[in-house]
């Protein structure tokens, strides 16, 4: 994996068409993507996901929200020596407290994911993300020696066995986080999380995300009902990224409690478990 002292090379930024220009780091790209002008650059972890992605990007239509276009390299592909490159996309991260535009561009964006077909690199398990999805849907244990393990158990538990029958689809599995607000326009949508589940628990995930991570406050639960979201996939998203944070070889004790006491702030605001009802 290329850290973030690791900026793309003269030959990289030439096969982008970059040439000549000098790359910057960017402060809110987790240390590892680069501004070249117009231009952004990141490191390459998975070749097939990374290569799927941009050619969905490069042809998904817009329709509510903004997508940054791949650039193709001089190889013909969108990946050289490592490094793919996007077409800069304005706007800021804080949606500040506009959580319905949040829930709106959600819902546009998954809706032109309708009708595509699974990309076959779904089927094999790739990295700890895919792990703790698996687990939030109980298709897998979660480590016998997790601290979080309880926790984890017990909000499963809750979860009402018909959500596995809901119509899965191509989503968004990180999207609350990887949205620009620009003025005048659409939310963007970047940094696309690939996962096939239903398009209400993409949607669970940012409001779960909201609470949790960016200040979002009940409201915003009760703005995502109406739109599919349940209490049950909500307790599947915070458990996603309870089991992420556990399984991580990169995250410890300390960052599996901040993600424990965080989500238990979402959690506290479901009503009473759908088995009970």
């Not at 609350?176 to 589940?197: C, H, M, Q, T």
Request: proline fraction near 6%; hydrophobic fraction near 40%.
């Amino acid at each position: 994996m290329k850290t973030e002292q690791t900026a793309p090379s003269m030959e990289v930024l030439a096969a982008f068409g970059l040439q000549g220009l000098t790359p910057r780091l960017l402060a809110d790209g987790q240390g590892r993507s680069w501004s070249a002008t117009s231009a952004i650059l990141r490191p390459v972890d998975d070749a097939a996901e990374a290569e799927y992605t941009a050619e969905l990007y490069a042809g998904l239509a817009e329709n509510g929200f903004r997508i940054p276009r791949p650039i193709v390299s001089t190889n013909g592909s969108y990946i050289c020596e490592g490094w793919a490159a996007w077409r800069f996309l304005p706007g800021r991260h804080d949606c500040q407290g506009d959580w319905q535009s949040m829930l709106n561009v959600c819902r546009a964006f998954h809706k032109a994911l309708e009708g595509l077909d699974p990309p076959a690199f779904l089927a094999t398990p790739r990295h700890h993300w895919a792990q703790a999805d698996r687990i939030a849907w109980q298709e897998e244990r979660c480590g016998e020696r997790w601290n979080l393990r309880d926790a984890i158990e017990k909000h499963l538990e809750l979860c009402d066995p018909a959500d596995r029958r809901l119509p899965k689809q191509l989503i968004h599995g990180d999207m609350a986080g990887n949205l620009l607000f620009e003025e005048g326009l659409d939310p963007g949508v970047i940094d696309f999380s690939p996962y096939w589940r239903p398009a209400a628990y993409a949607m669970a995930i940012c409001v779960a995300d909201a609470i949790a991570w960016y200040g979002a406050d009940g409201s915003v639960l009760e703005r995502s009902y109406p739109l599919g979201v349940t209490d049950s996939l909500l307790r599947r998203a915070c458990v996603f990224r309870l089991a992420a944070v556990s399984a991580s070889p990169l995250r410890g004790a300390a960052d599996q409690q901040f993600e424990l006491s965080a989500f238990s702030n979402v959690i506290a605001l479901l009503g009473r478990p759908h088995p009970l009802d």
